[in-house]
């Protein structure tokens, strides 16, 4: 017989589930409290990182066009901001930085999208288990190896065939770097493919299509816009591109589009000036953030241009 006062071992059990019960919405509650204040703050903490890189950039480029006149920064056609006598015309280094992107894109973009297809339309699900993730691999390899590859691989092959070449010159730089964004072009256009609905295929294939036809006239214009923004976002990953470029192209700003020459990018410059030869304060140190202002400008506007070509050429099923 149970002695009064004392709870049954029903009655205990239910008290501890419910002790349970309670510290769990009471923790709960301290969660929903508290995790929306954290993660507004991280996001304030990435809102101020950015507005402080831009008003750095921004603020010490306005400092150096008070002593370069911007007038010569952009009308002027000689880069040599280190010697005597000191000009200042940003067209060489955009000449360069353009010629490697534009080399890059010729590599990168039919290779990437070629293999996108493969992946998407043709390659059985164990073949693409296996290559989406070697293709992932060489894009975590580091630059300075791609830059090393093109110096000691890929410029002895072309002064083979082209014997006249220098050992630094554009077109072995923007090849590798062609080679390194092809996975970003290959990944994104082949998740846009993927993304295509069974359906239009099976539709396609019903009208006697062959599986080449609906890869190209079906399943590529139904993910033009991951297309086009795969390929707008690799632009911008070649123009930003340094370690390959600084180490395989050279450091002669030169205005010209010939791919054998000596050339020198924006981003190879900025480079150049920060190994700490030049002092801080003169206007050659703040040649770089006017560099680095342009080249922010560039990759900005490129940015908005593949959200708008995204938005623009979107199909929605």
Known sequence: ?????????????????????????????????????????????????????????????????QKVPFKEFIASGTWSPLFEPKQFGIWPLLSGTLLITVIACLVAIPLGLAAAIYLSEYAPKAVRKVIKPILEVLAGVPT?????FAL??????????????GIFNALSAGIVVGIMIIPMVCSLSEDAMSAVPRSLRDGAYALGATKFEVALKIVVPAAFSGIVASSVLAFSR????????????????????????????????????????????????????AVGATLFLI????NIVAQYLAKRFREEY
Do not use: W
């Not at 990759?299 to 490129?302: D, E, G, N, R």
């Open 144 to 148: 300075i190896v791609y830059g090393y």
């Open 152 to 165: 000691t691989f890929m410029t002895p092959i072309i002064r083979v065939l082209f014997p006249d070449v």
């Open 1 to 65: 017989m149970r002695e009064e006062g004392i709870p049954s071992g029903k009655t205990a059990i239910e008290g501890i589930q419910k002790d349970k019960r309670t510290f769990k919405n009471s923790r709960n509650s301290i969660m929903d409290k508290t995790m929306p204040a954290f993660l507004l703050f991280c996001a304030v903490i990435s809102i101020l990182t950015t507005v402080g890189i831009v008003y750095i950039l921004f603020t010490e480029t306005y400092h150096f066009f």
């Open 299 to 302: 990759t900005f506007v490129l």
């Open 238 to 289: 070649a123009i930003g591109e340094t370690m390959i470029v600084t180490v395989a192209a050279g450091a002669t700003p030169k205005l010209t589009a010939n791919p054998f020459d000596s050339i020198q990018t924006m981003t190879a410059y900025i480079v150049q000036v920060s190994l700490g030869d030049t002092p801080h304060g003169t206007v050659e140190y703040g040649s770089i953030f």
